[in-house]
C-alpha cells in the first residue's frame, strides 16, 4: 500500500509565493520519478512539474523561471515552489508518482489534491 499526502495549499494574492508538499509512504522499493499536475474545471488536467531520479526537471512553458520542484534527501518527498503567483495559476495541485514497491511492481500513484487559489 502506498499513500501520498499533499499540503500547502491556499489562497494567495497575486504576486505572491506557496509552497506544495508531496510525501510518499508505505510499501516503498523505489521512487522513481514526482510530479506535480493542476486542474482546474472544465480544462484537461496539465502537468505543472515533473522530476526523476538523478534529479532531472522538467516544466510547463506558463511556470517555467516562476516555480521550482525539488525532492528532500530522503528522496520520498517533493516540494514545488511557487512565486510570482497569478490568478491563472488557481487550480487543484495534485501530486503525481511513479514507483515501485517491495513486491516489484510498478504503478502511478496520485495524491488527493490541493487547491490553489490566487486572487486579489
Known amino acids: 500500500q502506498v499513500q501520498l499526502v499533499e499540503s500547502g495549499g491556499g489562497l494567495v494574492q497575486p504576486g505572491g509565493s506557496l509552497r506544495l508538499s508531496c510525501t510518499a509512504s508505505g510499501s516503498i522499493f523505489r521512487i522513481n520519478s514526482m510530479a506535480w499536475y493542476r486542474q482546474v474545471p472544465g480544462k484537461e488536467r496539465e502537468l505543472v512539474a515533473r522530476?526523476?531520479?538523478?534529479?532531472?526537471?522538467d516544466y510547463a512553458d506558463s511556470v517555467k523561471g516562476r516555480f521550482n520542484i525539488s525532492r528532500d534527501n530522503a528522496g520520498n518527498t517533493v516540494y514545488l515552489q511557487m512565486n510570482s503567483l497569478k490568478p491563472e495559476d488557481t487550480a487543484v495541485y495534485c501530486c503525481r508518482s511513479r514507483i515501485r514497491t517491495i513486491r516489484g511492481v510498478e504503478s502511478a500513484y496520485w495524491g488527493q489534491g490541493t487547491q490553489v487559489t490566487v486572487s486579489s
Open positions: 522530476i526523476v531520479t538523478g534529479g532531472s526537471t
